[in-house]
């Protein structure tokens, strides 16, 4: 196994127990990378504990987590010929149901200014804000490194550093700057919640270990509101942001809540905001990834941050749900 494995296990650490407690029970040794021992788990889920689709691939992501060679397994024609089955048998949900996020905003109005509201409200609405209009994953806002994050004096833009997300390119790992720009309503705007946020919040450091890098440390911009010197994880920080989520009605028949990632993407496609940007903003491989996930209408450079927030039109009060990021960013 990885040497990494037991800090990169964290978020997926019941679904590992619970594959290797398996293992053992049906004599198989959990730390050999086959692709046999995987599916047979896999398919023992789909058979007799009705998984659907997407737990299925969660279960993977998991146990793939665990092994430092993964291709033996990925490349193995059994473990293709198996999903490619799984995603045939699969029938894609409807992406036609709505979702208002006025409800979100009227909360942010609620709260008032930055610096007076709550630590723990200021804290969610950054969150929120960074995974709407800046694309970010739970796991990406973990791994923003403050130390190397600044706001351009002429511009006013903000630029996050993330570090070693779980994106690749050509199997390396990569690190990412992604722009975020001022929105006109300071009470939406994720710059200013920013702001207030490392000066009430953020302004000792919080030095740690990177989540899968164990050589890599980090000044983690997310951290506890009891201890500011300790970071918290992906998974408190997606509880975070679902405590935003929560405000927004899910329509009839939907099954889970949108992730802020397809929130804010979705909304600005269906703002006018070109592919190109979209793809950028989001670190998407390719524009084909963005556009078998989300309906995308074409424009010019776009402001992520108005784009996504503002609410002066239908078009801006409503977007087309998706039950599920793309795969590759799992």
Not at 268 to 296: E, K, L, P, T
């Amino acid at each position: 196994m990885h040497p990494d494995s037991q800090q990169s296990a964290t978020q997926y650490y019941h679904i590992q127990q619970r594959f290797m407690s398996w293992c053992r029970d049906h004599q198989l040794d959990p730390s050999t990378p086959t692709a046999v021992n995987i599916l047979a788990f896999l398919a023992y889920g789909k058979k007799h504990l009705a998984w659907s689709t997407s737990t299925i691939e969660n279960y993977r992501s998991a146990i793939l987590a665990l092994f430092d060679d993964k291709q033996p397994i990925t490349s193995s024609r059994l473990y293709q010929e198996f999903f490619k089955a799984l995603n045939a048998s699969t029938l894609q949900p409807s992406t036609t149901q709505n979702v208002d996020i006025s409800p979100v905003l009227r909360h942010f109005d609620h709260l008032g200014g930055n610096t007076t509201m709550p630590a723990e409200a200021l804290r969610a609405k950054l969150c929120w804000l960074l995974a709407v209009c800046a694309f970010l994953r739970p796991s990406d806002i973990q791994r923003i490194d403050l130390d190397h994050c600044h706001i351009t004096p002429s511009t006013g833009d903000l630029t996050l550093r993330v570090i070693a997300p779980k994106e690749r390119r050509q199997g390396k790992r990569v690190t990412k700057d992604v722009v975020v720009r001022r929105h006109p309503t300071a009470l939406y705007c994720p710059v200013a919640a920013y702001t207030a946020y490392c000066t009430r919040l953020a302004n000792t450091p919080c030095y740690c270990r990177h989540p899968t890098l164990s050589s890599v440390t980090i000044n983690a911009l997310i951290r506890s509101l009891r201890k500011p010197t300790d970071p918290i994880g992906s998974q408190a920080i997606s509880k975070i942001i679902q405590t935003i989520m929560a405000l927004i009605p899910q329509a009839p028949g939907q099954s889970k809540p949108i992730s802020g990632r397809a929130l804010g993407s979705t909304r600005a496609a269906r703002a006018g905001a070109s592919v190109d940007d979209i793809v950028a903003q989001g670190h998407w491989s390719s524009q084909a990834i963005f556009n078998n996930f989300y309906r995308v209408a074409s424009s010019t450079q776009s402001n992520f941050t108005s784009l996504t927030l503002d609410a002066g039109d239908q078009a801006a009060n409503t977007l087309e749900t998706q039950s599920m990021d793309p795969p590759l960013d799992e």
